[in-house]
């Protein structure tokens, strides 16, 4: 009975790992678009040698 309520009042130290795990998830969705943009208008506008 006397670890469930020292679990109780020890502070949540896990919650801080949402923290880089969603800012890692966004750049990767931001990186992801940004390659299929770049991609794609790369092969529409190609560069012209003139």
């Known amino acids: 009975m ?8 020890s502070p949540v ?3 801080w790992l949402a923290v880089p ?8 969705v931001v990186a992801i678009i940004a390659g299929y943009v770049i991609s794609v208008s790369r092969t529409r506008y190609p560069k012209s040698d003139s």
């Open 2 to 9: 006397h670890l469930a309520t020292e679990a109780s009042t």
């Open 21 to 28: 795990i969603a800012l890692g998830a966004i750049a990767v």
């Open 13 to 15: 130290w896990h919650f």
